[in-house]
C-alpha cells in the first residue's frame, strides 16, 4: 500500500556517479530573521517537521542611493532539529540555514501545471534573540508583501 502523507524522499542524496560526469550540486545557504514562530507538525510515522518562512535582506546601492530587498523563502526542518527549532525559534530571531532545495508538482483543480520551490532545512544555527521593541520596530519599516520588496 503506498504512504501518500509521507511518500519516500525523492530529493535523498545519490551516490556518486561512476560515468565521469560531473555531479550536480544542490546547496543553499539563507540568513535572515523568522518572520513568524515555527509550526511542528508530525508525519503519519510519527517523525517531526518544522514549517517557517525567513526573511533574508539585500542591501545595494544604485543611482537612487542605498537600497533594501527583502525576500520570504518558505523552509522544512525534519528530526530532532524540527524539535529544536520550534522550542528555542520565535518571529524575529536571526537564523542561519544550509540546507537544499527541493521543487514541488501538482495540477491544481482548474488542470494547471502548478509549482513551487522551498527549502528543506538541514542544519540550523540560531542567532541571538532580539527584544520585542526592536522586532517590532524593524517590521514597521516594511510592507505586508516583502517578497521582492525594494524599499
Not at 556517479?17 to 511542528?40: A, C, F, T, W, Y
Not at 543611482?63 to 524539535?83: K, L, M, N, P, S
Not at 482548474?110 to 517590521?139: L, M
Amino acid at each position: 500500500m503506498k504512504n501518500e502523507l509521507n511518500p519516500p524522499d525523492p530529493h535523498s542524496q545519490a551516490p556518486p556517479k561512476q560515468d565521469g560526469k560531473m555531479n550536480h550540486l544542490n546547496s543553499v545557504l539563507i540568513e535572515g530573521e523568522i518572520v513568524r514562530d515555527p509550526h511542528l507538525t508530525y508525519t503519519a510515522d510519527g517523525k517531526p517537521r518544522c514549517s517557517m518562512t525567513v526573511r533574508s535582506e539585500r542591501s545595494f546601492r544604485n543611482c537612487e542611493g542605498y537600497r533594501a530587498e527583502y525576500h520570504d523563502f518558505e523552509i522544512t526542518v525534519r528530526g530532532h532539529q524540527a524539535v529544536a527549532c520550534t522550542e528555542y525559534l520565535e518571529r524575529g530571531r536571526s537564523v542561519r540555514i544550509v540546507g537544499r532545495l527541493v521543487q514541488d508538482r501538482w495540477v491544481d483543480q482548474a488542470g494547471d501545471d502548478r509549482s513551487k520551490v522551498s527549502i528543506i532545512g538541514e542544519h540550523v544555527e540560531f542567532g541571538p534573540k532580539k527584544s520585542k521593541e526592536e522586532t517590532d520596530a524593524k517590521d514597521s519599516n516594511r510592507s505586508d508583501n516583502p517578497v521582492g520588496n525594494v524599499v
